[in-house]
């Protein structure tokens, strides 16, 4: 009798679960789109934003905008679970608790965040052993990226804009990248996100190699301000790895090592 009643149980607790209802998602985050690809999770993810282009075949879902706009009647027709959005945004998509859609803004300072976001979004999605791999995956890369440097410590600045000067701080993952492929990020002990500094500042740092963004468009006023440095200027394809923490994070761990 007893065999037979826990039989009963475990029968029932498996069809509950089998009609469990699935967590359904918007996203307005490039990052978090891309996780959800990589967790084979895409087919609860209704809608995408304007930035979100990889995998490629992320191009075919439904835009919503992006995390300045999104499109609220689109958003209370598709009614998801839950809005995917960058810490950033979370005043702007705080808002659509009202119509019954939790905002889910994930932060991500440095590369131990990004594990917790995979694994965040793999519990969400009911594909915890899937993320738990992603993640053992991830961490073995970045140990192999970080021994393709053969001549490490090398001062690295950052550059992300000119008009104003902008670069990383210490609160940014980049910075994070930068020191885990075994260089320096000269702005490291700045103790925020994406400060703006001076020239005079950037200067006296003597940065080895200057990485300037791809959206960044000063490479021969860079090369007059720095002589004594090599510049480096990102692809398209490059930039848009190394700003978005999500699963290639290891290919940004892997473009400084090889700097």
């Given at each position: 009798?007893?065999?037979?009643?826990?039989?009963?149980?475990?029968?029932?607790?498996?069809?509950?679960?089998?009609?469990?209802?699935?967590?359904?998602?918007?996203?307005?985050?490039?990052?978090?789109?891309?996780?959800?690809?990589?967790?084979?999770?895409?087919?609860?993810?209704?809608?995408?934003?304007?930035?979100?282009?990889?995998?490629?075949?992320?191009?075919?879902?439904?835009?919503?905008?992006?995390?300045?706009?999104?499109?609220?009647?689109?958003?209370?027709?598709?009614?998801?679970?839950?809005?995917?959005?960058?810490?950033?945004?979370?005043?702007?998509?705080?808002?659509?608790?009202?119509?019954?859609?939790?905002?889910?803004?994930?932060?991500?300072?440095?590369?131990?965040?990004?594990?917790?976001?995979?694994?965040?979004?793999?519990?969400?999605?009911n594909k915890e052993a899937?993320?738990?791999?992603?993640?053992?995956?991830?961490?073995?890369?970045?140990?192999?990226?970080?021994?393709?440097?053969?001549?490490?410590?090398?001062?690295?600045?950052?550059?992300?804009?000119?008009?104003?000067?902008?670069?990383?701080?210490?609160?940014?993952?980049?910075?994070?990248?930068?020191?885990?492929?075994?260089?320096?990020?000269?702005?490291?002990?700045?103790?925020?996100?994406?400060?703006?500094?001076?020239?005079?500042?950037?200067?006296?740092?003597?940065?080895?190699?200057?990485?300037?963004?791809?959206?960044?468009f000063s490479e021969g006023?860079?090369?007059?301000?720095?002589?004594?440095?090599?510049?480096?200027?990102?692809?398209?394809?490059?930039?848009?790895?190394?700003?978005?923490?999500?699963?290639?994070?290891?290919?940004?761990?892997?473009?400084?090592?090889?700097?």
């Open positions: 009798m007893y065999k037979f009643l826990i039989s009963i149980i475990c029968t029932l607790l498996f069809v509950c679960s089998a009609f469990a209802k699935e967590n359904t998602f918007v996203s307005v985050s490039p990052s978090l789109t891309e996780v959800m690809y990589a967790l084979g999770a895409q087919d609860l993810l209704k809608a995408v934003s304007t930035q979100c282009s990889f995998p490629e075949e992320v191009k075919k879902k439904p835009v919503i905008g992006d995390y300045f706009y999104i499109n609220g009647e689109m958003l209370l027709d598709i009614k998801p679970d839950y809005i995917l959005a960058p810490d950033s945004a979370e005043f702007m998509v705080n808002k659509y608790r009202h119509f019954g859609v939790k905002p889910l803004c994930l932060k991500y300072p440095d590369i131990e965040a990004v594990y917790n976001n995979i694994m965040t979004l793999g519990k969400l999605t899937k993320a738990q791999e992603l993640v053992r995956d991830i961490k073995n890369k970045i140990k192999e990226a970080r021994s393709l440097n053969k001549n490490p410590n090398k001062k690295i600045l950052y550059v992300i804009s000119m008009q104003p000067f902008m670069t990383i701080g210490g609160k940014s993952f980049i910075s994070d990248i930068i020191e885990k492929s075994g260089n320096h990020s000269v702005t490291k002990e700045i103790d925020t996100f994406y400060p703006a500094i001076s020239l005079e500042y950037a200067i006296n740092q003597k940065p080895d190699i200057i990485v300037l963004d791809y959206y960044c006023e860079i090369e007059k301000l720095f002589p004594n440095s090599q510049i480096i200027t990102m692809t398209k394809d490059e930039s848009d790895i190394i700003d978005r923490p999500a699963t290639r994070i290891y290919q940004s761990v892997e473009f400084f090592a090889k700097l």
